[in-house]
């Protein structure tokens, strides 16, 4: 079945400091969500995108859907100690019928 | 969007026991989903629920192990059967809001010893 595939898996950041991450399918997507999640929380939803070449804000978040729509960044901004967490990107194949989760990225945000 | 509580919040279960988790939501939604995520990894899904149908599983996952029970529009339980470790997870309940937004509600972490 469809794989999304998440990068870096991990990282370490100063706080303060600017973060990108990104999420690639080898088919295409007709959305892409991209979700927080905390320790013992379930996963928290960020940001959705629904058109190829959408780039949406949300706060210090903003994520685009890629040209391509196999593919979608997440960037966040002047981090600070609460963007610590796992961000999963997630989407819906081209026939909206599988949903499809990618395996994560966990962001360490050091003082 | 759409909100989610699930119970329990957590438990610790002895092996070979059962554990029923239930969802509920706070407004009518035609497909709810349950998911596992295994400590460190990403969601699985376990199963698709729609009300007025037996649920669909995915591959890997069966009724008996994970009976689930969809009686109305805003509620559906997940049963974890004859428990094992390799059960210990999180259980997590979702809907589809909004057309394509699919929502998560906090999860249920179950140990079993």
């Known amino acids: 079945g469809q794989q999304l595939n998440q990068s870096p898996q991990s990282m370490f950041i100063q706080e303060g400091e600017d973060v990108s991450m990104n999420c690639t399918s080898s088919s295409i997507f007709n959305t892409w969500l991209w979700y927080k999640q905390d320790p013992g929380e379930g996963p928290v939803l960020l940001i959705a995108?629904?058109?190829?070449?959408e780039l949406t804000s949300n706060g210090r978040l903003t994520a685009q859907f890629g040209i391509t729509r196999k593919d979608s960044f997440l960037n966040i901004s002047a981090s600070i100690p609460s963007d610590v967490g796992i961000y999963f990107c997630?989407?819906?194949?081209?026939?909206?019928?599988?949903?499809?989760f990618g395996p994560g990225t966990r962001l360490s945000v050091l003082p | 969007s759409a909100v989610i509580s699930q119970k329990p919040s957590r438990d610790i279960c002895q092996r070979g026991t059962s554990l029923t988790i239930q969802c509920q939501v706070d407004s009518q939604v035609t497909m709810m989903f349950w998911y596992r995520q295994q400590p460190g990894q990403s969601l699985t899904l376990i199963a698709t629920?729609?009300?007025?149908?037996?649920?669909?599983?995915e591959s890997g996952f069966v009724i008996d192990k994970f009976p689930i029970s969809r009686p109305n529009l805003t509620f559906s339980t997940l049963t974890v059967s004859n428990m094992s470790p390799e059960d210990s997870s999180i259980y997590l309940c979702?809907?589809?809001?909004?057309?394509?937004?699919?929502?998560f509600g906090p999860g249920t972490r179950l140990t079993v010893l």
């Open positions: 629920a729609n009300q007025g149908s037996e649920a669909t599983y």
């Open positions: 995108l629904y058109k190829a070449g």
């Open positions: 979702s809907v589809i809001d909004r057309g394509r937004e699919q929502f």
């Open positions: 997630a989407g819906f194949d081209n026939y909206g019928q599988n949903f499809v």
